[in-house]
């Protein structure tokens, strides 16, 4: 009965470098950034996307093969968690988009240029995405307690 358990700590790793990721990129983010701290957001942002791949992995194979789908399903905490990652999966396109936009300048060794407005806009939607990924464990405790349910 060892899988379970290293999926489950594999899903809270994934969880936690998902947000440690968000967070670096919130540091790393300036108006003007440093062709250094372009690559590192870039990095930053492809680890985050392997991060939410992993939590949302881990998170199915548990669904599945733990408690059942019966049990998720019936639990408003369940859909409100599921809620959250497809709100901050939608939130990140714009930075993802924007950081991909960078390669070719990156790759030839050009910094990047933001507007003040794209600069705001990155920076609002990274904060967002942290206070959703701190509030997302709330709901998953609460998920798996069962103290949402509506059977």
């Known amino acids: 009965m060892l899988l379970p358990i290293v999926v489950a700590w ?3 790793i994934g969880v936690m470098l998902f947000l440690a990721c968000v967070l670096g990129e919130h540091l790393v983010l300036k ?3 440093t062709l250094a ?3 590192t957001l870039q990095i930053l942002d492809g680890t985050y ?3 939410a791949t992993l939590v949302l992995a881990t998170g199915v194979w548990r ?3 733990e408690k059942g789908v019966d049990y998720y399903l019936h639990d408003i905490a369940f859909h409100i968690l599921v809620g959250m990652f497809v709100i901050i999966g939608l939130l990140s396109i714009y930075p993802t988009v924007t950081f991909v936009r960078w390669r070719k300048i990156t790759a030839a060794g050009q910094a990047p240029v933001l507007t003040p407005g794209q600069f705001k806009r990155i920076q609002m939607i990274l904060r967002n995405e942290m206070l959703l990924l701190l509030i997302a464990p709330l ?3 609460g998920m798996a307690h069962g103290w949402l349910t509506f059977r």
């Open 63 to 65: 669904m599945f093969l």
């Open 10 to 12: 594999l899903h809270y």
């Open 139 to 141: 709901f998953a405790t």
């Open 37 to 39: 701290q372009a690559r």
């Open 31 to 33: 108006p003007e950034p």
């Open 49 to 51: 996307g392997g991060a």
